[in-house]
């Protein structure tokens, strides 16, 4: 069973230029989460996804970011315009579908590692 | 509010036991986490505690959890070189999911 995987790895942006990082949860998990982690920093919750549903996304800036996890295929977490202050790790993660309320552990990818020129 | 905090340096020696502290404001956690993340690598899942244990070990980690102070350790027995990392502490947060809040993350070096 293959783990979260994230892609790219590495994915370097100019000013002004849009980012998208995807995130393919492990095999039957239909929660999806992103995390920020920036240099030398702790992960910050940022979004919280089911599928086709955002269902928190109080962490995530107003502004330029925006995420989305569609019946078919991965999530997506899409940066407009992009900043040097954006330069960061972004962690997805994932969890089963419980129905049970706060059980579930969250399996992280290796994380997109962010710069902006 | 939601806070997690932890020491952000830890030093010891190889050989050594390594304990790393975390306090967490939530009461209504359910769930306490311990991370490791290695230079430039994702976030691995090392352990976790259910609310209403007060130990966990498993093989060289052994997980304390003291509720009434809201306090967690993870303690590291015959530490090696390759434990160096860093160390996250994570609480559920207050909602009715697993948004999960994270400590800044204790930095182990381990010194041979």
Same mark, same amino acid.
């Given at each position: 069973?293959?783990?979260?995987?994230?892609?790219?790895r590495?994915?370097?942006?100019?000013?002004?230029?849009?980012?998208?990082?995807?995130?393919?949860?492990?095999k039957?998990?239909?929660?999806?989460?992103?995390? #920020?982690?920036?240099?030398?920093?702790?992960?910050?919750?940022?979004?919280?996804?089911?599928?086709?549903?955002i269902?928190?996304?109080?962490?995530?800036?107003?502004? #330029?970011?925006?995420?989305?996890?569609?019946?078919?295929?991965?999530?997506?977490? #899409?940066?407009?315009?992009?900043?040097?202050?954006?330069?960061?790790?972004?962690f997805?993660?994932?969890?089963?579908? =419980?129905?049970?309320?706060?059980?579930? =552990?969250?399996?992280?990818?290796?994380? =997109?590692?962010? =710069?902006?020129? | 509010?939601?806070?997690?905090?932890?020491?952000?340096?830890?030093?010891?020696?190889?050989?050594?036991?390594?304990?790393?502290?975390?306090?967490y404001?939530?009461?209504?956690?359910?769930?306490?986490?311990?991370?490791?993340?290695?230079?430039?690598?994702?976030?691995?899942?090392?352990?976790?505690?259910?609310?209403?244990?007060?130990?966990?070990?498993?093989?060289?980690?052994?997980?304390?959890?003291?509720?009434?102070?809201?306090?967690?350790?993870?303690?590291?027995?015959?530490?090696?070189?390759?434990?160096?990392a860093?160390?996250?502490?994570?609480?559920?947060?207050?909602?009715s999911?697993?948004?999960?809040?994270?400590g800044?993350?204790?930095?182990?070096?381990?010194?041979?």
């Open positions: 069973n293959a783990g979260v995987m994230q892609n790219p590495h994915l370097v942006r100019r000013r002004g230029q849009e980012a998208r990082l995807r995130c393919s949860p492990m039957g998990h239909s929660h999806v989460y992103w995390y #920020r982690q920036l240099p030398e920093e702790g992960l910050k919750f940022m979004v919280y996804l089911q599928k086709e549903n269902i928190d996304e109080s962490g995530m800036p107003k502004e #330029r970011f925006s995420a989305e996890f569609p019946k078919e295929g991965p999530s997506i977490l #899409r940066i407009q315009q992009v900043v040097r202050g954006d330069s960061a790790a972004y997805c993660a994932s969890s089963p579908q =419980t129905g049970q309320g706060r059980t579930d =552990t969250q399996y992280f990818g290796p994380g =997109t590692r962010l =710069t902006v020129l | 509010g939601e806070d997690v905090e932890q020491s952000l340096f830890l030093s010891v020696r190889e050989g050594d036991s390594s304990v790393i502290n975390c306090t404001t939530d009461s209504s956690s359910t769930y306490l986490y311990w991370y490791k993340q290695e230079p430039g690598a994702g976030l691995q899942l090392l352990t976790y505690i259910f609310s209403n244990m007060d130990m966990k070990q498993d093989q060289r980690l052994t997980v304390l959890l003291n509720k009434k102070d809201k306090h967690l350790s993870l303690r590291i027995a015959d530490t090696q070189t390759g434990d160096s860093i160390y996250f502490c994570a609480e559920n947060g207050k909602t999911y697993d948004k999960v809040i994270f800044p993350g204790t930095s182990l070096s381990v010194i041979p």
